[in-house]
T-cell receptor, first 114, second 113 residues
């Protein structure tokens, strides 16, 4: 069964450093998402991406964040200058074309900012 | 703005007994409703969804959920719980015209043998 994959599973970085989180969505999916879950809190939407453009973003997704689909398979989230409060589990998700379809989530990357 | 409430942080049930995990939502327009389950150190796994039609939807692993428009609820149910059902359950809503999912805070289900 196809699944969304994410690398690395755990990333530790120093405050102020740049990090890139990587995702490989399911191959025939067209819509891509990033969500995050701060420890003990609920899953929050960050950004959605379709047709090589951001289609929606939340207030959390400020200028420090960017997304890219550099080739036909990867979808990345970059945090330019990490803050302590960026420590969270980051989930990538993807969805096939029809709007009624569910999003499939990856296993997540745990980001720890020291 | 869309929102989801899961009023119970934890639900405890004995194996073999029926279980219910509660969810209420608020959204403008028609809702698309979803349940996801999260096992330790794993991602969110899709269980079932309501888009339109029959108010009772059936999903994976014997789970079902009932959509109630007047009560704006979408409670998750299972007739007979298994110890392996113990996990964190998230309800989520999407506006039919939108794309982002809004999640509840999650309910931890503990099934005792």
């Amino acid at each position: 069964e196809p699944e969304v994959t994410q690398t690395p599973s755990h990333q530790v970085t120093q405050m102020g450093q740049e990090v890139i989180l990587r995702c490989v969505p399911i191959s025939n999916h067209l819509y891509f998402y990033w969500y995050r879950q701060i420890l003990g809190q609920k899953v929050e939407f960050l950004v959605s991406f379709y047709n090589n453009e951001i289609s929606e973003k939340s207030e959390i997704f400020d200028d420090q964040f960017s997304v890219e689909r550099p080739d036909g398979s990867n979808f990345t989230l970059k945090i330019r200058s990490t803050k302590l409060e960026d420590s969270a589990m980051y989930f990538c998700a993807s969805r096939v074309g029809l709007a009624i379809n569910e999003q499939f989530f990856g296993p997540g990357t745990r980001l720890t900012v020291l | 703005a869309q929102s989801v409430a899961q009023p119970e942080d934890q639900v405890n049930v004995a194996e073999g007994n029926p279980l219910t995990v509660k969810c209420t939502y608020s959204v403008s327009g028609n809702p698309y409703l979803f349940w996801y389950v999260q096992y330790p150190n794993r991602g969110l796994q899709f269980l079932l969804k309501y888009i339109t039609g029959d108010n009772l939807v059936k999903g994976s692993y014997g789970f079902e959920a009932e959509f109630n428009k007047s009560q704006t609820s979408f409670h998750l149910k299972k007739p007979s719980a298994l110890v392996s059902d113990s996990a964190l359950y998230f309800c989520a809503v999407r506006e039919s015209s939108g794309d982002k999912l809004t999640f509840g805070t999650g309910t931890r289900l503990a099934v005792r043998p």
